[in-house]
């Protein structure tokens, strides 16, 4: 019923940036999108997974864990049903397996996840 379909990850040395994309597909966001939130989290080498920075399709702002904010930028593109994540001035920690993730309103689970896209960051 909903597919998230990420894209945009690779290597890239420290200070730069990288964009990340995230499709939103299926019937269910289709028809339901307003009732998503988006979310961007990571897994960073023999580490928990962490969230990054989320969004509603509803509407208002993005946001972020405080190692994102000010370097990291969510946004979304209602017609392309993709969010974007801009990642600018990139760290050796940031290194990770980025995994896009949606949730409907009301629930606290995320339960549609993307496939992941590795970011390495090489100093």
């Known amino acids: 019923q909903g597919q998230l379909v990420e894209s945009g990850g690779g290597l890239v040395q420290v200070g730069g940036s990288l964009r990340l994309s995230c499709a939103a597909t299926?019937?269910?966001?289709?028809?339901?999108?307003?009732?998503?939130?988006m979310a961007w989290f990571r897994q960073p080498p023999g580490k928990e997974r962490e969230f990054v920075a989320a969004i509603s399709w509803a509407g208002g702002g993005a946001n972020y864990a405080d190692s994102a904010k000010g370097r990291f930028t969510l946004s979304r593109d209602n017609r392309q049903n993709t969010v974007y994540l801009q990642m600018n001035n990139l760290e050796p920690e940031d290194t990770a397996v980025y995994y896009c993730?949606?949730?409907?309103?009301?629930?606290?689970?995320?339960?549609?996840w993307g496939q992941g896209t590795q970011v390495t960051v090489s100093s």
């Open positions: 993730a949606a949730k409907s309103r009301g629930n606290t689970e995320y339960l549609y």
């Open positions: 299926g019937l269910t966001f289709i028809k339901y999108r307003a009732l998503y939130t």
